[in-house]
């Protein structure tokens, strides 16, 4: 390639990062990957959140032994990191004859992170609200899930929407991992181009894509922490 | 039963594995240090950078943080490790590992400080300006000690993330904790070195996800 | 002689090695405001929220027209809509509006169809003179209203009797008599109430028994000129002073 040495710094840039033959050539394997993404970040999300509430709901109810079960999955799923957990179950179970695929693993790993966080979160919440709020409601004869669902979740939620907005932003970030073990989102349609052009662009049309798909989220929960902002009454 | 032991505990093989572990703990202890200290630090200058009253710092600080909070760092990693490249910029993995991380922290940093500076009322920033100090002085003095308390849980959990994150340092073949324990994996077919590394990650970890928990209990009341 | 509304027999209560009530037998006869004073600490908000099973008894009876609201097999939610309970902190909720604060319980306990509910909370409001401000938050009107509101969401349940834990005490005085002027009407239309409170005018004028409580026990009762104007024991008589300054 002698042509390369004409060309000026920018043009040699644009010809790495932003080639439009590459860009051209591999736009739609990413836009693949961008609907594997997209369907895994939606299931993590909805998944995470719903167990992570259900968890914490259970946890106000106050049985002992169940609480200490729901600290300890709280606890060891937030101190372990994702990676560990994919690679354990991608690559251990099978030996024990529990195979599962990629999407699987990273959808079951991350919902049940999301869930540990959640629950946390949802956790907090329901404890931020005042004891009075509970009495009032019990005094007028609202059983414990009455006052649970109509009187003290509506509040808690308030109060959570923005630190859960950013986890859940954060853990599903992570399908990035599912590169790892095969798993056909963005990043690993980009790697894939990008060795197969010697080319750098695909990774850039991966980092926009997650930029396309996350951003808007983050410009969100941006939004919603100066809405919701934690208020001390 | 025997069969998962002896494929998620044995003992055998995680004894043959637990050098070669204790070698990639040391990276990961490494890539922490300096990861969570130019983290702090960078994260500081985002934060005030964000709180900036000209709009041409606060705005780019902004989109800064929010470009870097809406990109996987797995993502930005290997476009550091294998992007660069491209361009004639060939880094370690070490250096592409903190460089990645460095940013995707400095952002994260930066919003728990910011909000931490949020948290303090005016009254303490015209308290402070009407004895002499300066601007400089007020925010060393008065402003951080007390936003630092205050979002003193934020900074420790982003820390907690921070030690899980070195974890993906393994994909681009840097010889840390979690490398170490995939490499003993593949070797020996057997799974109790990744549960090896797990422990260790718990081991570290759990007390202080605890503190964390702890601490946003007593800030509720 | 007829039954009386609220009886409380021989209640102790303890937190741990701490009791904090000592025996409390206590008839308040239907249509009668008893007013409870006392020190900090002498157990009468606590006897109030046994009464409401807010606090469990450690052991003793609380009687409604005549059924232990403490005994087994005792649907508790429905015995506590026979017991309404108004707040010295309100505890409204913030999330509600005002009619929706009323009518929640309606809706949820007594599962009236919402048309009916609001309704009946619309009367309720009308009761505490508060029906046109139905649609605002409790954070958009004073304490005296929202105090007004949290006594409206507990008649809307026609309640049996009424126990007020220290209702004015949050508010600035200016506010105080609008709340009194409610409850001086509840009075008179026949409820049966438990008042603890430190507004000795109103109990003189309004009250037809006043207790005083001192470390878990009652320690004097009588009609309030006998109380206030005659105390029989030290102890009420030194606390009378003290309250007078």
Redesign the interface.
């Known amino acids: 390639m002698c042509g390369a040495k004409r060309m000026s710094p920018l043009e ?2 644009l010809d ?2 932003l080639n439009p033959r590459v860009i051209g050539k591999y736009w739609p394997d990413i836009l693949d990957g961008l609907i594997v993404t997209l369907e895994l970040a939606i299931a993590v999300v909805v998944t995470g959140i719903l167990v992570g509430l259900a968890l914490a709901c259970l946890r106000a109810v106050g049985i002992r032994a169940a609480n200490i079960a729901i600290v300890c999955f709280a ?2 799923l ?8 994919i ?2 179950i991608y ?2 179970f099978p ?2 004859g529990i195979v599962l695929s990629g999407p699987m693993v990273v959808y079951v790993v991350l919902s049940l992170v999301l869930a540990a966080f959640a629950e ?1 979160i949802f956790w ?1 919440g329901i ?2 609200v ?1 004891k ?2 509970w ?9 414990f899930a ?1 006052t649970l669902g ?2 003290v979740l ?2 808690a939620v ?1 109060l959570t929407l923005p630190p859960l907005a950013n986890r859940a ?2 853990i599903t ?5 599912g ?2 073990i095969g798993v056909p989102e ?2 690993y349609q ?2 894939t181009a ?1 060795s197969f052009s010697g ?2 662009s695909p ?2 049309l ?2 926009l894509a ?2 396309a ?3 808007p ?3 969100l929960a ?1 939004w919603l ?1 100066t809405r919701f902002a934690w208020r001390k ?1 | 039963m025997n069969q998962i032991l002896d494929q998620f505990l044995n003992f055998q093989v995680m004894g043959a594995a637990f050098p070669t572990l204790m070698a990639g703990l040391l990276t990961t202890a490494e890539i922490c240090v300096v990861v969570i200290l130019l983290g702090l630090a960078g994260g500081l200058g985002v934060a005030l950078g964000s709180l900036h009253s000209s709009r041409w710092v606060r705005w780019p600080s902004i989109v800064l943080v929010d470009f870097f909070r809406a990109i996987p760092p797995l993502v930005l990693l290997i476009f550091v490790y294998s992007g660069l490249p491209f361009a004639g910029i060939r880094l370690s993995p070490f250096a592409a590992v903190v460089i990645a991380f460095l940013l995707n922290n400095s952002a994260y940093y930066g919003e728990v400080y910011r909000a931490g500076i949020l948290s303090i009322g005016k009254g303490q920033f015209e308290a402070a300006r009407s004895t002499g100090l300066t601007r400089a002085q007020t925010m060393l003095y008065v402003v951080l000690p007390q936003a630092v308390r205050n979002v003193l849980p934020d900074l420790l959990s982003n820390t907690v993330e921070v030690v899980k994150l070195t974890s993906l340092a393994s994909v681009v073949s840097l010889g840390e904790l979690l490398y170490a324990a995939d490499m003993a994996r593949s070797v020996t077919y057997n799974a109790s070195p990744v549960v090896m590394a797990a422990a260790v990650y718990l081991v570290i970890l759990w007390p202080l996800v605890r503190l964390v928990s702890r601490f946003e209990r007593r800030l509720s009341l | 002689m007829k039954r009386p509304m609220l009886e409380i027999a021989g209640l102790f209560k303890a937190f741990g090695e701490n009791a904090i009530l000592n025996g409390i037998n206590l008839k308040v006869p239907t249509g009668e405001l008893v007013f409870v004073i006392g020190p900090s600490g002498s157990g009468k908000s606590t006897m109030l929220r046994c009464c409401n099973r807010l606090e469990e008894p450690t052991s003793g009876a609380i009687l409604i027209e005549g059924t232990d609201i403490c005994g087994l097999g005792v649907d508790i939610n429905a015995m506590r809509r026979k017991v309404g309970m108004v707040f010295q902190s309100f505890n409204l909720y913030p999330h509600l509006n005002v009619r929706s604060n009323v009518s929640l319980a309606l809706r949820k306990v007594l599962k009236l169809p919402r048309a009916e509910a609001d309704e009946r909370s619309m009367a309720a409001l009308d009761l505490v003179g508060l029906a046109q401000r139905a649609d605002f938050f409790p954070s958009q009107i004073s304490g005296g209203q929202q105090q007004r509101v949290a006594i409206a969401r507990a008649l809307a349940l026609e309640p049996k009797v009424m126990l007020f834990d220290e209702p004015t005490s949050a508010l600035d005085p200016e506010l105080v008599g609008s709340v009194l002027a409610v409850m001086r009407d509840l009075k008179a239309s026949g409820m049966t109430m438990l008042v603890v409170s430190h507004e000795m005018g109103f109990a003189r004028e309004a009250a037809d028994r006043v207790i005083f409580m001192d470390g878990g026990v009652i320690v004097e009762e009588g009609a309030p000129e006998a109380v206030f104007g005659a105390p029989k024991h030290e102890r009420t008589q030194a606390f009378l002073s003290r309250v007078r300054g």
């Not at chain 1, 937030?78 to 957990?85: N, T, Y």
């Not at chain 1, 009495?135 to 059983?143: K, N, Y």
């Open positions: 040699r840039f790495t990062f606890d060891i937030r101190s372990l990191p994702p990676l560990v957990l690679l354990l690559f251990g030996n024990i946390e907090a404890t931020s005042d009075g709020q009495e009032a409601a019990r005094s007028t004869g609202l059983g009455q109509y009187v509506p509040q308030r932003i954060a970030k992570m399908t990035a991992l590169t790892v963005i990043l980009a790697t990008q080319n750098a990774l850039t991966g980092a997650y930029l798909l996350f951003l989220f983050v410009v941006r922490e009454a």
